[in-house]
């Protein structure tokens, strides 16, 4: 079995996705042209997602706190 680098193995991957994508490749450029904006902008519709959810998840929290859980003296303050 033959030692592949994992820089060879990501640029056959970028060279793979750009097939797909049908872009010609020469040396990668076209790859790396097409495959680094596709990768952004997934990354930041993940990132939008992930805020997005964040912000459900602690306006939930906060709702489900604010019902069932009553409020405590604060022990410390006398």
């Not at 970028?14 to 010609?24: D, F, S």
């Not at 097409?34 to 952004?40: C, T």
């Amino acid at each position: 079995m033959k030692y592949i680098s994992a820089e060879v193995k990501l640029s056959f991957s970028k060279m793979h996705i750009a097939q797909q994508l049908g872009v010609l490749t020469m040396a990668g450029v076209e790859a790396q042209a097409v495959v680094q904006p596709a990768n952004e902008a997934m990354l930041q519709e993940f990132k939008a997602g992930l805020r997005q959810s964040i912000k459900q998840a602690d306006t939930g929290w906060a709702k489900e706190q604010d019902r069932t859980t009553p409020r405590r003296a604060n022990p410390c303050s006398s």
